[in-house]
């Protein structure tokens, strides 16, 4: 089944409990596997937190607006899932490259250097993402900062990077998409090999 994309036109604050089954189908009302993506603010309590490590740290997630991509993916394991993250999350990398940011990827992470005081300046927090599996689906947020206000970690946003969050998150939305659908039609051409 081909990929949807989708742009909310309205704000919306990220709690954790949109990260759930058939939340893209009952508020946006698209059908099928999905790449949505909405601008908002986000505020995620220990409690909502999908990961393990986080949760017993007992950490949270605060920023003042983000963009957030929700995605919900059928037919797949939480394995591929996790690989998708990782080519949205370079997808949006390359973005910040063309857009001359110093910024590099650790996993599901990005991060960008700023100029500062100490030697070399300093690394800030751009992102926060998860990934894990329902019993229908496998499901994923990635949240971009626009204004880290709140976060509690060193952080930067799109606003201090002076970049245009929906510029960016249709560029995203349109080579994510362009790629997925691209890997689609690469397991159905081939010959197989016996």
């Given at each position: 089944m081909?990929?949807q ?9 990220y709690?954790g409990p949109e ?11 698209v059908?099928g596997s ?5 601008l908002?603010?986000?505020s995620?309590?220990?409690d909502?937190?999908v990961d393990w490590e986080?949760?017993l740290a007992?950490d949270h ?6 963009i957030?991509?929700l995605?919900?993916f059928f037919?797949i394991t939480?394995?591929e ?8 999350v ?5 973005y ?8 590099h ?9 700023t100029?500062?005081?100490t030697?070399?300046?300093?690394e800030?927090?751009l992102?926060?993402?998860?990934v894990?599996a329902s019993?229908v689906?496998?499901l994923l947020h990635?949240?971009?900062n626009?204004?880290a206000t ?9 606003k201090?990077?002076k970049?245009d969050?929906?510029t960016?998150l249709e560029?995203?939305l349109?080579?994510?998409q ?5 890997v689609?039609r ?9």
């Amino acid at each position: 089944m081909n990929l949807q994309t989708h742009f909310h036109p309205h704000e919306m604050t990220y709690h954790g409990p949109e990260l759930s089954p058939h939340f893209i189908l009952s508020h946006f009302k698209v059908e099928g596997s999905c790449l949505s993506a909405f601008l908002g603010p986000c505020s995620v309590q220990t409690d909502h937190l999908v990961d393990w490590e986080d949760r017993l740290a007992n950490d949270h997630i605060k920023a003042e607006k983000m963009i957030h991509f929700l995605g919900e993916f059928f037919g797949i394991t939480l394995k591929e899932g996790i690989w998708i993250q990782r080519l949205l999350v370079s997808e949006i990398l390359a973005y910040l490259l063309v857009n001359k940011i110093e910024a590099h990827r650790i996993g599901d992470d990005l991060y960008v250097r700023t100029v500062g005081s100490t030697a070399g300046g300093t690394e800030k927090k751009l992102s926060v993402s998860i990934v894990t599996a329902s019993p229908v689906s496998v499901l994923l947020h990635l949240g971009i900062n626009i204004d880290a206000t709140g976060a509690p970690v060193e952080a930067i946003g799109l606003k201090d990077l002076k970049l245009d969050p929906k510029t960016l998150l249709e560029f995203v939305l349109s080579r994510f998409q362009q790629e997925y659908q691209s890997v689609e039609r690469a397991s159905v051409k081939v010959r197989a090999v016996i």
